[in-house]
């Protein structure tokens, strides 16, 4: 909080005494909560580590939304912890307009609380829902089947190479767009957003203010990179071994980006919506962008025609790799969704058979294989009861199948003209924010972990 205050300072902007007061007094909550806490730490255990998740991502967004709710914006506080919820699970979604007019402080608290929810994504999906058993693949267990071929001696140093790639995939793009024309403020946002595959913007356009060819296709190449699993990105750069990018998942992702450029592009020029390289340019930056959950856009792609919609209605359930800062149902999942398919078809034509599933070179487990299809039927039902909610407040159906399954999804703008690219979430009542707020925590936190917390039997001792 202290740096946007520092900017808002430089600026002369009088917001730099909200950043501070809730600096200070974010800080003395957190050392009060620690010398409450000294002592001998408690036993680690599954149910500790379920509330933790959860705890923390609550305070997380409370702690975001105090400086938005008490500068100078006319927003109240549901508002507010929509705008921060969205932005530490990096979803985009956005209350606020004129954003080409806002104070600089509050553009770069928006991208720093991104950036930072961009980190705890990673951690979350790489070492701690692996072992409470939700899925997603932790480092060591998909890179490595045995403790004597890790890449990566010990944690810490496993940590500081996540880092290391964060920071420097962070530092390139922010150069990148500087070489492309951005401002320093405008690139340093974007960097931060783009890395995170959060998507705000500064401008109210989003990256549609930028029509330099450069920028959007280094835009487009961050934005898929962002969406590989960081693990292999830093064996790759600290270890050497390109082998690793033979991941199913990897290869899968690739496809699914270039099938679906490949038919919209074609769409478009059939369509004389576009040129050939200007059809494959917003082709490739926009559904690059959906499928990684960034929300970027350089215009209404819902305008593009029937065909193009359903497309991008697709991508959004689509998600980028595990491991990645993307959200969505990730692609691993649909990998082993896939052989699951084919095998249980072998089986019905040949009941003798015995056919494993394969993720790779690796036999994936009976309980890894229910806990996919349990996820995904999970996503679906949820999916389906926030729609009905959002659709209850009065919303039309495109606002509410789009809307709840741009927040499940992380995706940041649904279709439509109300909350689609060229819109925001602006005009929603609380009730309907409140609602996409929850499943934008839900997608997030991968369902489970946080209906665990509703279930008496994790109450239990």
């Given at each position: 909080?202290?740096?946007?205050?520092?900017?808002?300072?430089?600026?002369?902007?009088?917001?730099?005494?909200?950043?501070?007061?809730?600096?200070?007094?974010?800080?003395?909550?957190?050392?009060?909560?620690?010398?409450?806490?000294?002592?001998?730490?408690?036993?680690?255990?599954?149910?500790?580590?379920?509330?933790?998740?959860?705890?923390?991502?609550?305070?997380?967004?409370?702690?975001?939304?105090m400086?938005l709710?008490?500068?100078?914006?006319?927003?109240?506080?549901?508002?507010?912890?929509?705008?921060?919820?969205?932005?530490?699970?990096?979803?985009?979604?956005?209350?606020?307009s004129?954003?080409?007019?806002l104070?600089?402080?509050?553009?770069?608290?928006?991208?720093?609380?991104?950036?930072?929810?961009?980190?705890?994504?990673?951690?979350?999906?790489?070492?701690?829902?692996?072992?409470?058993?939700?899925?997603?693949?932790?480092?060591?267990?998909?890179?490595?089947?045995?403790?004597?071929?890790?890449?990566?001696?010990?944690?810490?140093?496993?940590?500081?190479?996540?880092?290391?790639?964060?920071?420097?995939?962070?530092?390139?793009?922010g150069?990148?767009?500087?070489?492309?024309?951005?401002?320093?403020?405008?690139?340093?946002?974007?960097?931060?957003?783009?890395?995170?595959?959060?998507g705000?913007?500064?401008?109210?356009?989003?990256?549609?203010?930028?029509?330099?060819?450069?920028?959007?296709?280094?835009?487009?190449?961050?934005?898929?990179?962002a969406?590989?699993?960081?693990?292999?990105?830093?064996?790759?750069?600290?270890?050497?071994?390109?082998?690793?990018?033979?991941?199913?998942?990897?290869?899968?992702?690739?496809?699914?980006?270039?099938?679906?450029?490949?038919?919209?592009?074609?769409?478009?020029?059939?369509?004389?919506?576009?040129?050939?390289?200007?059809?494959?340019?917003?082709?490739?930056?926009?559904?690059?962008?959906?499928?990684?959950?960034?929300?970027?856009?350089?215009?209404?792609?819902?305008?593009?025609?029937?065909?193009?919609?359903?497309?991008?209605?697709?991508?959004?359930?689509?998600?980028?790799?595990?491991?990645?800062?993307?959200?969505?149902?990730?692609?691993?999942?649909?990998?082993?969704?896939?052989?699951?398919?084919?095998?249980?078809?072998?089986?019905?034509?040949?009941?003798?058979?015995?056919?494993?599933?394969?993720y790779?070179?690796?036999?994936?487990?009976?309980?890894?294989?229910?806990?996919?299809?349990?996820?995904?039927?999970?996503?679906?039902?949820?999916?389906?009861?926030?729609?009905?909610?959002?659709?209850?407040?009065?919303?039309?159906?495109?606002?509410?199948l789009?809307?709840?399954?741009?927040?499940?999804?992380?995706?940041?703008?649904?279709?439509?003209?109300?909350?689609?690219?060229?819109?925001?979430?602006?005009?929603?009542?609380?009730?309907?924010?409140?609602?996409?707020?929850?499943?934008?925590?839900?997608?997030?936190?991968?369902?489970?972990?946080?209906?665990?917390?509703?279930?008496?039997?994790?109450?239990?001792?």
């Amino acid at each position: 909080m202290l740096l946007p205050g520092a900017v808002d300072l430089y600026v002369g902007n009088p917001d730099w005494r909200v950043f501070a007061m809730t600096s200070f007094t974010v800080g003395g909550l957190a050392l009060t909560v620690i010398l409450a806490t000294r002592g001998p730490a408690p036993r680690p255990s599954v149910r500790l580590a379920f509330l933790v998740v959860n705890i923390l991502w609550l305070t997380l967004g409370f702690a975001g939304a105090m400086p938005l709710y008490f500068s100078s914006l006319p927003i109240d506080f549901v508002h507010a912890l929509f705008e921060s919820v969205s932005a530490v699970t990096t979803t985009g979604s956005t209350v606020i307009s004129g954003l080409d007019d806002l104070p600089p402080g509050l553009l770069l608290w928006r991208s720093l609380l991104q950036w930072i929810g961009g980190i705890g994504v990673i951690a979350l999906g790489l070492f701690v829902l692996p072992y409470l058993r939700l899925g997603g693949f932790s480092y060591f267990r998909i890179e490595s089947s045995d403790i004597e071929d890790r890449p990566f001696a010990r944690f810490s140093t496993f940590s500081v190479a996540l880092l290391g790639v964060y920071f420097g995939l962070t530092f390139l793009c922010g150069f990148s767009y500087l070489i492309g024309g951005m401002s320093t403020f405008d690139a340093v946002n974007h960097a931060l957003t783009t890395i995170a595959t959060g998507g705000f913007s500064t401008h109210d356009a989003s990256f549609g203010f930028f029509e330099d060819p450069w920028l959007i296709w280094t835009a487009t190449i961050f934005m898929a990179v962002a969406g590989l699993p960081f693990t292999i990105l830093a064996v790759v750069a600290f270890r050497r071994q390109t082998d690793a990018i033979r991941d199913p998942q990897i290869q899968t992702y690739f496809l699914i980006l270039i099938g679906l450029i490949g038919v919209c592009s074609i769409w478009l020029i059939v369509t004389d919506q576009y040129e050939p390289f200007d059809a494959v340019t917003h082709s490739a930056f926009n559904f690059v962008s959906i499928v990684t959950t960034t929300g970027y856009a350089t215009e209404d792609y819902s305008g593009w025609g029937s065909l193009a919609l359903l497309l991008a209605f697709a991508a959004m359930w689509l998600g980028g790799c595990s491991g990645s800062t993307a959200g969505g149902i990730k692609t691993y999942r649909f990998v082993i969704l896939w052989q699951s398919f084919v095998n249980n078809l072998k089986q019905l034509l040949f009941q003798r058979i015995v056919s494993p599933i394969r993720y790779g070179e690796r036999v994936v487990s009976n309980e890894m294989e229910k806990g996919v299809a349990l996820f995904i039927a999970s996503y679906v039902c949820i999916w389906i009861v926030l729609s009905i909610a959002l659709a209850a407040t009065g919303l039309d159906i495109m606002t509410s199948l789009s809307g709840a399954l741009t927040a499940l999804s992380n995706v940041g703008p649904g279709l439509g003209a109300l909350i689609g690219p060229s819109g925001n979430f602006q005009s929603l009542g609380d009730v309907a924010l409140s609602i996409l707020i929850v499943g934008m925590v839900l997608g997030r936190l991968e369902i489970a972990t946080v209906l665990m917390l509703l279930t008496p039997l994790f109450w239990r001792r």
